[in-house]
């Protein structure tokens, strides 16, 4: 039986905010990220710059999330997620006002852009603490599967919204960097209506309230009971996060640009196309965990995706090299809802924002990381397969790891 839509009956006001700031969030993500590289270039940024200003974009991302992940079971979840929304307006304003390096570099590293068109932030691990506490446990992969697929579907339309904006605009007679500015106001504008749908948001989100009845967690990390624990699941995670900065939806338009020559539009139906199948493929998650168990389908699905990653580059035409990357994002999203579920199954409820805070910046780092290298190695016809190898090769090394590290810790499942 395939997971049932969460009915309005069942999911709480709260819950139907959540979702939809999921979804106009990730639209605004995919709106950027197609267009992102293509931005910095026209604006006159060496691809080692644009390598650079990626890896600050996530360093800042994680330091402000570390700030309010961290604090917002203490300090209120409806307020850090305020804040975190007008970083994001004020990142697309320098974005769509100006092509000066410096002021760009710090509106990356101090604002929320996302360079691969997924979370980015302190958003997520916030939203999935709040969705936590007003489920039952066992409806937790499930609701976080649809939670994936809005969000997929929403990256997947705001890609598609972004390449086509940017091309009707320079089909107009505006100069390429001109229709990239446009992109970013608007990505701007949609982070006003997520101001707006926060600001909505009921006391009963909070951690003080409801069932958790915990001591509220202290110290650096925010949590108490389950600090080892998640610190070594934050670093496996932190490596899946490297190896994908490698192959960030950003850098992999681009390379879509550089080598086969695909316009700006055609790129935002190609990843359309790829979000949608990302998105359907995260609600079978739910059934296959219910199934072999949460850890499992994290790895049995995370390893042939990756696999997939590693031939995209040797496929010798543009049609062969798009149908084995839709494959892969066929497949590719199904350890998403998992692995938020089993991060908040590993920790008791008063430290989940933590636990979601500390193991998403470390996915953060990760990515942080990467894209500093990959930048020159996409600037060169040669090299530019390389990222994928070491992104898919490093990734398959995760998925051993984690089976390795986790297979016998036992989780709450809710059963």
């Known amino acids: 039986m395939e997971p049932v839509a969460p009915s309005k ?9 959540l979702f939809a700031t999921r979804i106009i969030r990730l639209f605004a993500y995919g709106l950027m990220s197609v267009i992102l590289v293509l931005h910095l270039a026209a604006s006159g940024l060496t691809e080692s710059q644009v390598g650079l200003l990626l890896t600050l974009t996530l360093l800042g991302d994680a330091a402000i999330s570390l700030f309010i992940t961290t604090r917002a079971d203490r300090m209120g979840r409806r307020r850090m997620l305020l804040v975190g929304a007008l970083l994001m307006i004020a990142a697309g304003v320098v974005f769509a006002s100006t092509q000066s390096f410096a002021l760009l570099l710090l509106a990356a590293t101090v604002g929320v852009i996302s360079p691969s068109g997924n979370e980015v932030g302190p958003f997520l691990a916030v939203e999935q603490a709040a969705l936590s506490q007003a489920i039952p446990a066992q409806r937790r992969t499930a609701v976080f599967a649809w939670y994936n697929l809005v969000g997929s579907f929403a990256t997947a339309l705001g890609s598609l919204c972004g390449g086509a904006l940017a091309e009707i605009l320079q089909r107009r007679g505006q100069a390429p960097i001109k229709s990239y500015h446009t992109v970013a106001m608007a990505y701007s504008l949609v982070a006003v209506g997520m101001v707006a749908l926060f600001a909505q948001l009921g006391r009963d989100v909070e951690a003080d309230h409801g069932r958790v009845t915990e001591s509220k967690p202290a110290g650096l990390w925010g949590m108490k009971t389950s600090r080892d624990k998640v610190l070594g699941l934050a670093g ?7 190896a994908g900065g ?15 020559g695909v316009s700006p539009s055609v790129l935002g139906e190609i990843f359309f196309a790829a979000n949608m199948l990302a998105g359907i493929s995260a609600l079978s998650a739910s059934r296959l965990a219910k199934r072999i168990g949460l850890l499992e389908t994290m790895v049995a699905t995370h390893l042939p995706s990756n696999l997939l990653l590693l031939l995209v ?13 839709l494959l892969r994002f066929s497949i590719s999203q199904m350890d998403v809802p998992t692995r938020q579920a089993y991060t908040m199954a590993l920790v008791p409820p008063a ?9 998403g910046i470390a996915r953060t780092l990760g990515a942080a990381i990467s894209p500093i290298a990959a930048g020159p190695l996409y600037a060169s016809a040669g090299l530019a397969s390389i990222p994928f190898f070491i992104g ?10 984690i089976w390795r590290s986790f297979r016998r810790v036992k989780i709450d499942t809710g059963k």
């Open 392 to 401: 898919g090769g490093l990734k398959v090394v995760y998925d051993l790891l």
């Open 236 to 242: 496996l995670f932190s490596i899946d996060a490297f």
């Open 313 to 325: 580059p040797l496929m010798p035409n543009l049609g062969l090299a798009i149908v084995v990357l």
């Open 9 to 17: 009956a069942h999911l709480g006001r709260n819950v139907r905010l």
């Open 351 to 359: 430290e989940r924002s933590a636990a979601a805070g500390v193991t």
């Open 246 to 260: 490698f192959v960030v939806q950003a850098f992999v338009a681009y390379w879509f640009h550089q080598r086969f």
